[in-house]
């Protein structure tokens, strides 16, 4: 058996190994919106190619397209991850991105863009799942805010990282197809380092798994089969109050990600390099959001965390709806600050669901399932994240940031729900006789 220390040195490389690992999928991700004025132009500007807002609408669906293949994958993938196993799961998801990425660059029309995002999206669908069913296995409960919250900075500053990557490669001039034959190179680098040296779990150098959550569904029951795994999770009420904070706050998340790019360089005039960059601050201020959310998990508890949701939202409907009453052609520096505000108010709350909460719900025996749920509900929502916001944007930037506005007040409504629900627990769960 292996000594205490020996088990943090590794803890330390599990989690440097899925940051850097997932932050990689990222490459492969936002590459498509990092890329999508230079694409938007190439299609449009060609003799046969359609006309801007044609293109623009086609590309909308091609996201809307990949977004729902993401969904199926987060379904699908969340339930083989308990059974597979965290490891292959994310390294399979490595490797899919880097195949369907080469495919899109090397494309030269819509059919194969679409086919080819579909592909990357589908394969990407494995990677949180994954990372949270390893996670589960490596950090005891009493830490899995602190531990999420750093895992979650991987899709927040790894998001950021790859934008600004991205956006310097573009400074130089290097087509976008360029850009993604690069992000597609780095991260085949970044999958053979974690071959090579990620674990599935502590017994594989000798050590023992972590504790689960006592407040998981299964308790101490064993859940081998998809339908014991599956059931006891659909039958809990607060399980689908935060699978509808996952709808909402998803949407809102893949919204900012997916066009802030366009956002900035069509509605506030910036060019596409400096457009890129700028949309890197969304990741990073919710990065900063994220550990601090992360850090005050610990400390408050469960309760504390539905609060800290419940804020979030309430601060994100503000900002949405002051983007939309200032209409067309905003100035331009406030409009980047509320833009920018809104990751900050958004993603540390958002990082709670497929995170700890989602360890809360499974422990380690459906963690992975638990998390697919949560996310891939939350991308039926992010759908609309595509075409549908995309049609509004061509009636005007205002009409959209309406809509959400509206979308992120339902959103504080499910919260109060999930805040009342365990603030309950919290109580019942203090009071003389309770263990847990």
Not at 212 to 231: D, F, K, T
Not at 388 to 407: F, I
Request: aromatic content about 12%.
């Amino acid at each position: 058996m292996g000594t205490s220390s020996h088990l943090l040195r590794w803890q330390i490389a599990t989690l440097l190994l899925l940051f850097v690992g997932y932050s990689g999928y990222y490459l492969c991700r936002s590459n498509l919106s990092v890329a999508t004025p230079l694409i938007l132009e190439e299609m449009a500007g060609s003799d046969s190619g359609p006309e801007y807002a044609d293109a623009l609408s086609r590309l909308g669906a091609i996201i809307s397209l990949g977004t729902l293949a993401y969904t199926i994958g987060k379904f699908i993938f969340g339930v083989t991850g308990d059974h597979i196993g965290g490891r292959r799961s994310f390294l399979a998801g490595m490797s899919g991105a880097v195949l369907f990425t080469i495919v899109f660059g090397f494309g030269g029309s819509f059919p194969v863009f679409t086919l080819a995002w579909i592909g990357n999206r589908f394969v990407q669908a494995s990677g949180w799942p994954a990372l949270v069913k390893i996670g589960s296995r490596w950090f005891d409960y009493r830490w899995h805010g602190t531990a999420m919250a750093i895992l979650s900075l991987s899709f927040l500053f790894g998001d950021a990282a790859a934008r600004a990557f991205m956006g310097l490669l573009l400074a130089y001039k290097l087509g976008w197809r360029t850009v993604f034959a690069v992000t597609a190179a780095v991260l085949a680098g970044i999958l053979a380092v974690c071959f090579v040296f990620l674990r599935e779990s502590p017994e594989s150098i000798g050590e023992a798994e972590a504790s689960a959550s006592p407040a998981n569904v299964y308790g101490e029951n064993a859940a081998s089969s998809v339908g014991r795994i599956l059931l006891p999770l659909l039958r809990s009420p607060a399980f689908w109050i935060v699978c509808v904070l996952s709808l909402v706050m998803t949407l809102l998340r893949e919204t900012f990600n997916t066009w802030i790019p366009q956002y900035f360089k069509a509605e506030l005039h910036f060019q596409t390099d400096r457009a890129a960059m700028l949309s890197s601050g969304f990741p990073f201020l919710g990065g900063c959001s994220t550990l601090a959310a992360g850090f005050l998990n610990d400390w408050l508890g469960r309760a504390g965390r539905s609060l800290i949701i419940l804020a979030g939202l309430m601060m994100t409907a503000l900002s949405l709806g002051l983007l939309s009453m200032m209409g067309d052609g905003p100035p331009v520096w406030t409009a980047v600050a509320l833009v920018l505000l809104t990751g900050f108010f958004l993603l540390g709350p958002y990082s709670y669901l497929a995170g700890a909460v989602a360890l809360d719900f499974g422990g380690k025996k459906g963690s992975a399932t638990a998390c697919g749920i949560i996310d891939g509900v939350g991308y039926l929502g992010a759908y609309y994240a595509g075409k549908g916001v995309a049609d509004l944007a061509k009636n005007g930037w205002s009409l959209a940031w309406t809509v959400l506005a509206a979308v992120a007040l339902a959103g504080v409504l499910a919260a109060a729900l999930y805040c009342v629900d365990q603030i309950r627990r919290s109580r019942v769960a203090a009071a003389p006789g309770n263990a847990s």
